[in-house]
């Protein structure tokens, strides 16, 4: 298409100024709609994502492999053993920045007269300060220090049920490894309130010393987390030190944050199901809009497709004159849509707007809308073709048009 | 050779259930370089008759050759690039393209046959010129009288260097003064350019400068005479 064809599109969009102008800022509110979207869901995703791996503690996770597809009481009895021989093993991977023991337990915590059936870990404190999202979320009270003192940490569902604060001695019962009830009295010395409120009404967390002799776990873990020095690394490192383990004789698997991270992976897909059917929705919208707009255009244009036919243009041109309208129309529009969305995207950012906590959160964020290049790529992709797409059948309905006929529509 | 050969032409609309004669059995052979008019009452077929010769409609029954080509055979394609490349059209309300200025309306006949966008311009202000519009180049349609129109369209038709031109009903929609500068102009184009031009028509002032007259009446060829013009 030479010069003069898309002057005549163009020339031809603004005969009917108004129309246009409605017709176009459908596809500017799809673009900006397209963008924001994106923008908005990969850092809700990015958020998750971190907290996920945050609330792992790590970005992989090793642990005995026969209690791979065992229950959690199951699982409870097979621990890693030597977690710091397996330690030295895998600080070798010049990607692992981090290794922190974990003990996974369960059972039931009383106070006074009050007891709750809790979720427990035991991991050494200066590095659950360091990995987790535990510190972040301390509302009362200090984070744990000491690695081997009888004190821990409750999630603020869990204390409110038990009507306990910092500084309240409570006995933690739990079954040992080796199937034996055991019991320790403890110290409360914070009060976290976690962002998933199923856990922050059962979590505990106390020092792993404390806790593996109240396992009778001494040198044993459920799982050594490791965290990386770049996310990006995950799948090479889970892949590359899941070989060195076998290699090395430890009966260890290896999971990423990613398959350990069934929530994630629900809320991701679920998020991507809503705005992949809120996209399909709005394409139909701009499908409709545009093709009625192009229809009106062949209906009140007929005899001059009739001119255009006699004075020997082609049925493939006159169809694509019409395409051209309306590739140029998704064009501008994703043009103007693009500018708007960037104005929308700065102002939304800097407008503090909280937003309600995401499923299974206890509190909300401040709304951030993420600049991402592909999507303005792919919003005038999605726009443009969905213009085109609107535009063939009013278009080729033009091209099919009797001259005779034509000529003579009134 | 006949620039175009109609023989036995007929064409027949359906309407609803009914089937209705718009032509029947028209021959015509129609020289280089003729001036003649299809005359006739409305309703007699002229129109019709202009179109099937003009490659815009295909005749129920008969043949038709242009430049001894038999058309019946000819692709959708083969026919477009015909009237493109062969045939001027000049129709009864000028049917110019509103977004498009003189020059550009004039331009259009030659970017349909893909001649550079230089040439293009170039000869469609000489056309202009020869049609007495020069200075009026950039003007829009609307933006000119309906005589400097239906002069663009004559610029339009010529503009391609056609053998053949087709006008139907051109003084139609013009007062008296302009058709007859129309008419005039015309003649000069006929006269320089000896280009065969087919009116259709049953204005008087152009059945009296057409140099053959072929009358229609009912669909039918009723007469085909020569006619010294004044």
């Known amino acids: 298409m030479t010069a003069h064809w898309w002057r005549l599109a163009f020339r031809n969009l603004g005969r009917h100024g108004r129309r246009t102008l409605l017709t176009g800022s459908i596809v500017v509110v799809g673009f900006v709609a397209t963008t924001m979207t994106a923008g908005f869901v990969a850092q809700t995703f990015i958020a998750l994502k971190e907290a996920t791996i945050k609330g792992l503690g790590g970005h992989l996770r090793l642990f005995n492999r026969e209690a791979a597809g065992k229950t959690d009481d199951e699982a409870a009895q097979l621990l890693l053993e030597n977690w710091e021989g397996v330690g030295d093993v895998v600080r070798k991977d010049p990607r692992v920045a981090m290794v922190m023991p974990r003990l996974s337990f369960f059972g039931l915590v009383v106070r006074g007269e009050k007891s709750a059936a809790y979720l427990g870990t035991g991991s050494i404190p200066e590095l659950e300060k360091k990995a987790s999202l535990a510190a972040e979320t301390v509302i009362a009270g200090e984070f744990m220090k000491n690695p081997e003192a009888d004190e821990l940490m409750l999630g603020s569902g869990i204390a409110r049920a038990l009507d306990a604060q910092v500084g309240d001695l409570v006995t933690v019962m739990t079954t040992t490894a080796d199937g034996t009830l055991n019991a320790v009295d403890a110290t409360i010395v914070a009060i976290l309130q976690y962002p998933i409120k199923e856990l922050d009404d059962r979590l505990l967390i106390m020092p792993y010393g404390a806790a593996a002799h109240l396992l009778k776990a001494e040198g044993k873990c459920t799982s050594l987390v490791l965290t990386l020095k770049s996310a990006d690394e995950t799948d090479a490192a889970a892949s590359d030190l899941a070989k060195g383990l076998s290699e090395a004789g430890i009966p260890a698997a290896v999971k990423t944050w990613f398959e350990s991270a069934s929530f994630y992976r629900q809320v991701r897909l679920l998020y991507l199901t809503i705005f992949s059917f809120m996209g399909a929705v709005l394409a139909i919208v701009v499908i409709l809009a545009v093709a009625n707009t192009m229809t009106m255009s062949v209906f009140e244009r007929t005899r001059e497709i009739g001119v255009m036919l006699a004075l020997g243009m082609e049925r493939s041109s006159v169809r694509n004159l019409f395409l051209l309208e309306g590739l140029l129309l998704g064009t501008i529009g994703s043009a103007i849509g693009a500018v708007l969305s960037l104005l929308l995207r700065s102002a939304l950012n800097v407008s503090g707007i909280e937003l309600p906590p995401p499923p299974g959160g206890t509190h909300g964020t401040t709304l951030y809308v993420l600049f991402i290049p592909g999507a303005y790529v792919i919003g005038f992709v999605l726009m443009t073709s969905t213009l085109l797409v609107a535009s063939w059948w009013p278009a080729r309905r033009a091209a099919n048009l009797d001259p005779v006929g034509a000529l003579t529509h009134v | ?230």
């Open chain 2, 1 to 230: 050779m006949g620039l175009l050969e109609a023989r036995e032409l007929s064409r027949t609309y359906r309407l609803g259930n009914e089937e209705v004669p718009a032509l029947s059995g028209a021959s015509l052979v129609l020289a280089p370089g003729e001036l003649a008019v299809l005359a006739g009452p409305s309703g007699s077929g002229k129109t019709t008759l202009l179109n099937l010769l003009g490659l815009l409609d295909r005749p129920t029954a008969g043949t038709l050759l242009f430049e001894g080509r038999e058309t019946a055979q000819l692709s959708e394609s083969e026919r477009a690039r015909l009237r493109r490349e062969r045939i001027g059209f000049i129709f009864q309300s000028h049917q110019l393209i509103p977004v498009l200025s003189a020059e550009e309306n004039v331009a259009f006949a030659l970017w349909l046959r893909k001649m550079p966008e230089e040439t293009c311009r170039a000869r469609a202000r000489r056309m202009l010129e020869l049609v007495g519009l020069a200075g009026l180049e950039g003007r829009r349609p609307d933006a000119l009288s309906g005589g400097q129109r239906q002069r663009v369209a004559v610029a339009r038709a010529l503009a391609g260097e056609p053998a053949l031109i087709l006008a139907d009903e051109p003084t139609a929609s013009l007062d008296s003064d302009t058709a007859t500068k129309l008419l005039d102009l015309f003649e000069e184009v006929h006269r320089l350019a000896s280009v065969t031009i087919l009116f259709s028509s049953h204005d008087p002032r152009i059945i009296e400068r057409a140099h053959r007259q072929v009358d229609l009446r009912d669909g039918k060829i009723i007469s085909d005479r020569r006619v010294a013009s004044s």
